[in-house]
């Protein structure tokens, strides 16, 4: 079976012309590339270096629908310095504030006197400051035990928060942020008892149950006065209060001790 190819028309050039004047005919003349055209030196330029900008004067356009005057800009770079002045210090703005820190956690130190008004604006960045701490402390003893003691203190701020509002009833004011930043700053005991057990041999066993003993008390002290002062009728219950606080921070000794 044969197939029909398409086979295009020959032009052959008009009469009397040869065929090198048919192909210079043919030949198209190339057109020069699109060139933007110049401005002369007196024209209107926007500046675009800052220097330019800062020391830029007014300058008036040429007449025509978007005529108009363009004002110093000098104005703009006070405009911006005074804006950053004005703004409050980074710490401040992610809500740390060393100084409350620093009170709150020298007001640990002492068990016997807690100044409890310190603590009425609960925080967290005092208790991930002693998390971190203790986590550095346990790394440098061979343990590391980040993921634990994140684990054990969430567990034992929502367990904290549960007894006491259990205990409390419908009168309880202790909320869940609170709880965790009480047994944050409480938590000092125990990192100074980490930072202490790296100088304790590990085969001195009763030593170090002393000494976890000693510091246990002193966090579950703080603790509990902290608790009950507070939030209202913690004072009905600071047994149970500071038992809840006393399995707390022995679960967090162990920790140290073995």
């Known amino acids: 079976m044969t197939k029909d190819f398409p086979i295009p028309p020959v032009v052959f050039p008009p009469s009397g012309s040869s065929p090198a004047t048919a192909n210079v005919q043919q030949r198209r003349v190339p057109t020069a590339p699109y060139q933007p055209p110049r401005s002369s030196p007196g024209s209107f330029s926007i500046p ?13 356009t040429p007449a025509g629908p978007f005529s108009g005057t363009i004002s ?6 006070r405009g911006v310095s005074a804006s950053f002045e004005d703004e409050e210090p980074l710490l401040d703005e992610l809500g740390i504030h060393p100084d409350q820190i620093w009170k709150k956690t020298r007001s640990i130190l002492n068990p016997f006197r807690i100044n409890q008004t310190v603590h009425k604006d609960s925080d967290l960045s005092g208790p991930i400051f002693l998390y971190l701490a203790l986590c550095l402390f346990q790394l440098l003893s061979g343990k590391i035990q980040f993921g634990v003691i994140l684990g054990w203190v969430v567990v ?3 367990f904290l928060y549960i007894v006491f509002n259990m205990l409390a ?3 309880g004011n202790l909320n869940l942020h609170t709880c965790t930043s009480l047994v944050g700053y409480s938590l000092l005991p125990v990192v100074i008892l980490s930072a202490v057990s790296l100088f304790v041999p590990q085969g001195a066993g009763p030593v170090r149950f002393v000494l976890g003993a000693a510091f246990v008390l002193w966090a579950t002290r703080a603790c509990s006065n902290l608790v009950v002062s507070l939030a209202d009728g913690g004072e009905e219950h600071r047994g149970l209060i500071s038992y809840a606080c006393f399995l707390i921070y022995t679960l967090f000794s162990l920790l140290v001790i073995f």
């Open 156 to 158: 034992s701020s929502i």
């Open 48 to 60: 675009f270096m800052p220097s330019e900008i800062g020391s830029s004067v007014a300058t008036s």
């Open 72 to 77: 110093s800009s000098s104005s703009f770079g």
């Open 169 to 171: 009833g419908r009168n």
